[in-house]
């Protein structure tokens, strides 16, 4: 079924450095918008794998502990198990995770 969402209409998960807008969710992906402002908490899925599309601004993105300056219309995948963080002053990710995010499979590196 085809729909059109908003983020005015999405739920929104707040966290130290970044606002995320959770999009659309079915049983083989989910999306977000995450807006991010100083560094994310660095964390690992054991079971997913994460695309990043930035859409605005640029920063710089951790995996495993290698850095990488990425910016506005770089697409970042992250295969499972892998340790990633990204930091900037203004940076808008979209998110596609597969299989769906689940919290249960997010793991702090600290």
Same mark, same amino acid.
């Given at each position: ?37 100083? !560094? ?25 502990? !290698? ?44």
């Amino acid at each position: 079924m085809s729909k059109v969402i908003k983020l005015s209409d999405c739920n929104i998960v707040e966290r130290k450095s970044e606002r995320i807008f959770e999009i659309y969710r079915n049983d083989t992906f989910s999306t977000a918008l995450a807006v991010v402002q100083g !560094k994310i908490e660095e964390h690992y899925h054991k079971e997913r794998t994460e695309v990043y599309h930035i859409v605005a601004g640029n920063g710089i993105i951790y995996l495993n502990g !290698k850095s990488k300056f990425v910016k506005k219309g770089e697409t970042i995948v992250i295969p499972p198990n892998t340790r990633h963080t990204i930091e900037g002053n203004y940076v808008e990710i979209f998110v596609v995770v597969t299989p769906p995010y689940d919290p249960k499979d997010h793991y702090t590196t600290s």
